[in-house]
């Protein structure tokens, strides 16, 4: 946490005047975060400019992909028709998230026209 | 003698037939006359309680009778002219009538501004040797004066404006002849500027002056603003601080007042410039919005049951688009004849059966859903995997938004974690004969002001129908 | 007497179903209609088959309980019931289509421009005339006095999905010829001080 804060001040001090920069904060297995951390966390990193981009395994609480908002389960996306072995997960088009009304109605239109491609389970 | 009612039962009787006193008003306005001919008053109140019945019209002489306005100090002096015996009604009760009926709004003129600029520049001179000591009398009179002074200022004003927005209908009434006929137009037009810019001299611009912050006062006097900043200074260095924020909210709601009069100067600015067409259609729409506006006001009476405009009146008279609504359109019904359709009847039946004899009472502690400790969250998770293996599943393109359906009726504070620790359930059973199919296509559903956007889950039998 | 022509067969059964639709769903059909991907007004097929085959449909709809009703100033049709029954509510809409169309002009009016460009589509209503709409107090007052509870986004959407506006970007609408009417028909009638 504190090279975050180190990361910050150092970025902001050679950022121009009125720009911004937001950096991806990668963090493998996000289970290892205790969930009331998150809380805090979150806001913490988007108010420095810093982006969570994490993953985790399907024991991860649900609570916690609620809090994060934005989840992209690629083990669920699979083809049977791989062109190689090993290479049967195909994922496209964005993530599933938890948002405000609003924004889901306004993104609904692009829900309209969807093109129907079907992913079997391996 | 007649009865004599007290001034709170007079004013009542007044207020319970308010046209009387407005009529009053407008004559009084017309003539620029601060007093009412006894015997006009009269005629008007006779006018008005002709359609009453013989009790009422009694209360009503009795209320009305110069007597008893003197006795019950609503009107304060009686002037015996020449043509009459003339009433000086309280100032204080034709305020009230004024702000009943906007119409009767007194505008501020150039030099009613300017005499209350005085009454403030006396008061900021005063201040000078004011000892600014809470106990002495005089201090704290010229300190009530000021805020006085001020609060009298800002309500003069605010009716002011609201007498300025109504500027459309006078524009319209004055310029509804010409605007109608092309003919006429053109003579008119000059006549029309004149008594328009009058209007704007006389009425709007002195506020608008009054209230600029940049405009400087003949004779390098200083303007409503710094007269008062220099008040305001002067309090604050005699650490009089609570009067000078009282005084810097005066301030904001006078620069807060500006804004309405450009509008209402840009309103005016606009319609000058207008050739006869155009001049005819603000006319047209002004008229109409008056309409509007009077069955507006309808509503706005204390009868509860008037909250939405009779629509019937307005219709009638402009006769567009009558009659036009949405129908329902036919309900279709799609009964089918195969062993399938009927299969399905059944299961559908049995499945809502069941689902009815398995929901329970709730099972849950306490707000496990909001409490996080892991311990509660571990409870509420078992309790919907139990649900979960007795629930019944069919075949369905959308499964998320059949869990979603299902859990919001059964489940106790039901939120989005819940639905996410059954998808994942369900995804990993592997004891049941369906496939989960994850799709690429999205959809989305809202528990409150929170949406969830999420790709559809087919579910599909892997064993065919009719085995079992 | 012998009909060797139905006068169904002259109408394609789709074009007329799709007309049922629109005029049951408390639309105006129009001979202008806004397209919306090609941003462009066209002629309006439909308003050319009921134009064409006027009789048929009159009695068409006459046979299912409708008077098919055109107006003339705006060029449009649209239902009406045969039997007033439920006149309170046809009466109610009708009422909040004027109100919302008057208070458009109204503002367009006193905010200096002439009528003809709100009926144009390069012009009309945009973001700022949207704002001030909203924040006039009275106007908003007056809305919900109308049934329109949630203001000028509902009226507005109202008077779209009706064609009397066309919404032309996401902050921007013009009116339609069958709005024009509206507004015309009030101006004359000031005109001939009616």
Known sequence: MINLQLAQILLNRIKKEGSSVVFPLVHDELADISIDQFDWLLPHLTKNDFRLFSAATYSVSPELIRKVGNLHEIGSMRTSRAYSEGRTIVYWKGSEKFTDTTSAKASNVIFAEQSELELANS | ?468 | ?194
């Open chain 2, 1 to 468: 003698m007649k009865k004599h009612f007290s001034t709170i039962d007079t004013l009542k009787i007044l207020l319970d037939y308010p046209r009387i006193m407005y009529q009053c008003i407008e004559k009084m306005d017309q003539s620029n006359d601060r007093l009412i001919n006894e015997s006009v008053l009269a005629v008007v109140v006779r006018q008005h309680i002709e359609p009453l019945d013989t009790i009422e019209q009694k209360r009503l002489l009795s209320a009305f009778d110069t007597n008893n306005l003197t006795s019950a100090n609503v009107v304060s002096d009686i002037d015996k002219r020449d043509d009459g015996r003339f009433l000086l009604f309280q100032e204080s009760v034709l305020t009230i009538f004024r702000l009943c009926e906007a119409s009767l709004y007194k505008e501020v003129t150039d030099a009613k501004l300017k005499s209350r600029m005085a009454s403030l520049w006396d008061a900021e001179n005063r201040l000078e040797s004011a000892t600014f000591a809470e106990n002495d009398p005089d201090y704290i009179e010229l300190t009530e004066d000021i805020t006085e002074q001020l609060g009298q200022l800002l309500s003069l004003l605010r009716n002011n404006i609201i007498a300025m927005e109504r500027i459309g209908e006078k524009l319209e009434s004055m310029t509804a002849e010409a605007s109608r006929s092309p003919e006429k137009f053109p003579q008119y037009r000059q006549t029309m500027f004149e008594k328009t810019t009058h209007l704007f001299d006389r009425h709007i611009k002195p506020t608008l002056t009054f209230l600029d912050p940049k405009v400087r006062l003949l004779g390098g006097k200083s303007n409503l603003f710094d007269t008062l900043k220099s008040i305001r200074d002067k309090y604050r260095v005699n650490n009089k601080n609570s009067v000078a924020d009282q005084i810097l909210r005066y301030d904001i709601s006078f620069s807060n007042a500006f804004l309405p009069i450009q509008k209402v100067e840009r309103q005016v600015d606009h319609f000058l410039r207008k050739t006869r067409v155009g001049m005819l259609q603000y006319n047209a729409m002004e008229a109409n919005y008056q309409k509007l506006r009077t069955l507006y006001n309808k509503t706005t009476t204390s009868n509860l049951k008037n909250r939405f405009m009779d629509a019937s009146e307005f219709c009638a008279s402009s006769k567009f688009a009558l009659g036009l609504k949405q129908h329902t359109r036919p309900t279709c019904y799609q009964f089918g004849e195969s062993i399938a359709y009927f299969e399905n009847i059944f299961a559908e039946i049995e499945l809502r059966l069941t689902l009815i004899n398995s929901d329970h009472q709730s099972l849950f502690s306490s707000d496990s859903y909001k409490d996080e400790s892991s311990g509660k969250q571990l409870e509420r998770a078992k309790i919907l995997y139990e649900w979960l293996s007795n629930q019944q599943f069919r075949s369905t393109k959308d499964v998320i938004h059949v869990l979603h359906n299902r859990l919001s009726e059964w489940l106790e504070e039901y939120q989005f974690t819940d639905l996410l620790t059954a998808i994942i359930h369900l995804s990993h059973k592997s004891d049941w004969e369906y496939n989960l199919i994850t799709t690429n296509q999205f959809s989305y559903i809202t528990i409150d002001d929170e949406a969830f956007i999420y790709r559809r889950r087919k579910l599909e039998q892997t064993v065919s129908d009719n085995n079992e």
């Open chain 3, 1 to 194: 007497m012998n009909d060797s022509h139905n006068p169904f067969d002259k109408v394609v059964a789709e074009d007329s179903a799709e007309i049922y639709k629109q005029l049951t769903q408390g639309k105006v059909i129009l001979k202008q209609h806004y397209n919306d991907l090609e941003h462009k007004l066209e002629e309006n097929s439909l308003y050319t088959l009921l134009f064409n085959n006027s009789i048929h449909f009159l009695s068409l709809y006459q046979h299912i309980g409708y008077q098919l009703t055109f107006n003339h100033e705006g060029s449009f049709y649209y239902l009406k019931e045969l039997h007033d029954q439920s006149i309170d509510e046809a009466d109610k809409n009708a009422f909040k289509i004027q109100v919302a169309l008057l208070l458009i002009g109204k503002h367009y009016a006193t905010t200096g421009r002439n009528l003809s460009l709100l009926y144009a589509q390069e012009a009309g209503l945009d973001e700022s005339d949207l704002e001030s709409l909203k924040q006039d107090h009275e106007f908003c007052e007056i809305l919900k006095a109308a049934h329109f509870g949630k203001g000028w986004d509902e009226a507005l959407d109202f008077l779209t999905k009706r064609n009397f506006i066309f919404q032309t970007s996401q902050t921007s609408w013009f009116v339609s010829d069958a709005g024009k009417a509206f507004l015309e028909h009030l101006i004359e009638a000031y005109e001939n001080n009616e």
